[in-house]
């Protein structure tokens, strides 16, 4: 999972030296800069949602529940609440405690 960070970290750098595109290993390919560092965002999200399975996690879950303990001790009003819909979940922004 570090070495995914640190992928998205040495992106953001040539981003903000003004370069447009990085060499995508998966594509084989050139592709936006932007998309790349997304492709490497979505893999370290891969590694930690991995990893909370392997804990026994469940890694929206947690998301959900740090989010709101973090929103409650700053003092603001937003919290994350689950819908369920057709057998999906939704985790929606709520102003409600």
Same mark, same amino acid.
């Given at each position: 999972?570090?070495?995914?960070?640190? =992928?998205?970290?040495?992106?953001?750098?040539?981003? +903000? $030296?003004?370069? @447009?595109?990085?060499?995508?290993?998966?594509?084989? +390919?050139?592709?936006?800069? %932007?998309?790349?560092?997304?492709?490497?965002?979505?893999?370290? /999200?891969?590694?930690?949602?991995?990893?909370?399975? $392997?804990?026994? *996690?469940?890694?929206?879950?947690? /998301?959900? %529940? @740090?989010?709101?303990?973090?929103?409650?001790? +700053?003092?603001?009003?937003?919290? *994350?609440? /689950? =819908? %369920? %819909?057709?057998? =999906?979940?939704?985790?929606?922004?709520?102003?409600?405690?």
């Amino acid at each position: 999972m570090a070495g995914e960070t640190g =992928e998205a970290c040495n992106l953001v750098k040539k981003l +903000r $030296r003004g370069e @447009k595109t990085a060499y995508d290993k998966d594509t084989a +390919r050139d592709v936006p800069i %932007e998309l790349a560092i997304g492709y490497e965002l979505a893999d370290v /999200v891969m590694c930690a949602d991995l990893l909370a399975a $392997r804990l026994g *996690l469940d890694l929206g879950e947690m /998301v959900q %529940e @740090k989010f709101n303990l973090a929103s409650k001790h +700053r003092g603001w009003s937003i919290q *994350l609440t /689950v =819908e %369920e %819909e057709a057998g =999906e979940s939704a985790i929606h922004p709520t102003n409600e405690f």
